[in-house]
């Protein structure tokens, strides 16, 4: 780079958002760290980052964080669109506000980031989004359908992006890792959890699923959890390449459940995932 380039990072309290402020730091980009609060960002903070409290629900708070960028470079170069979380449980039993605030966070929020930089980027005739989306957003496990939802949302919503931002100068990649090693897994339990189950039906699905994320959770590298790191690369090849792909795939376990899905017909799928994942068993 012949001069710094001013990128804004979402989610960076921990996990991917802060392995990419990082690597990025170490690139010579001109950081924005952001979270919803900025006590966690004191690391990214002294690492040399700009830190911003951002709410990805609340368009105040991202506006202001745009503001503050263009004020100071003219434009955001660069949108790493990171936040988000993962709500687990059955479908029947999610309340329409918890899958509501699942979408605001995972799909509108990053929507709402992506519109605010853009007029900015098109002035400069240049710029990218990078969108930090998942295999989840090619196919859906049982228990987690709403999270997976977010994510085919937006993969998609990245997809019409990368078409209609091009003549712009603006290019869109998305990122999708498999599993990682973040407090992603930690955040499901937590809501697998909170919630009595409204229907008994359900309790033994629920216990089972809390079971298969302790499981992973506890033994990374058998189930092919990846580190934050890889992912950072992937993010900072998005950013640097002179002609960045659609898609970033991180991961040999990511790599292998698109796969199986490109090939195996859909019951034959179906029931893979049945045979390693829990299901509901009604009684009789």
């Known amino acids: 780079m012949t001069r710094p380039r001013a990128v804004v990072v979402t989610g960076c309290s921990s996990g991917i958002g802060r392995a990419v402020a990082l690597r990025l730091l170490g690139r010579g980009y001109d950081v924005y760290a952001t979270a919803r609060s900025a006590g966690p960002l004191r690391e990214l903070a002294t690492a040399g980052a700009e830190v911003l409290p951002v709410d990805l629900t609340d368009q105040a708070s991202m506006e202001e964080c745009v503001r503050r960028v263009e004020k100071r470079h003219g434009a955001v170069w660069g949108l790493v669109n990171n936040a988000g979380y993962a709500l687990a449980g059955p479908v029947e039993e999610l309340t329409l506000r918890d899958i509501r605030q699942q979408f605001e966070v995972n799909v509108f929020g990053q929507l709402a980031m992506a519109q605010l930089v853009l007029p900015g980027m098109r002035r400069a005739g240049e710029g ?74 359900y309790t033994a699905f629920r216990d089972d699923l809390a079971h298969c994320y302790r499981r992973v959770q506890h033994s990374p590298r058998r189930y092919g959890v990846g580190s934050p790191v890889r992912v950072a690369r992937a993010v900072e090849q998005a950013l640097s390449a002179r002609s960045p792909r659609s898609r970033y795939v991180v991961g040999t376990a990511a790599r292998a459940s698109l796969g199986l899905r490109r090939t195996l017909p859909g019951a034959l799928f179906d029931a893979l995932v049945r045979a390693q994942l829990p299901t509901p068993c009604p009684k009789r």
């Open 128 to 201: 990218r989004i990078v969108n930090i989306s998942s295999v989840a957003g090619r196919f859906t496990l049982p228990g987690a359908g709403c999270y997976h939802a977010s994510k085919h949302a937006l993969t998609s919503f990245s997809d019409a992006l990368r078409f209609e931002t091009r003549p712009f100068g603006v290019r869109v990649s998305t990122i999708e890792p498999g599993a990682v090693r973040t407090r992603f897994i930690e955040t499901a339990l937590r809501l697998l959890t909170a919630h009595e189950a409204r229907d008994p039906v």
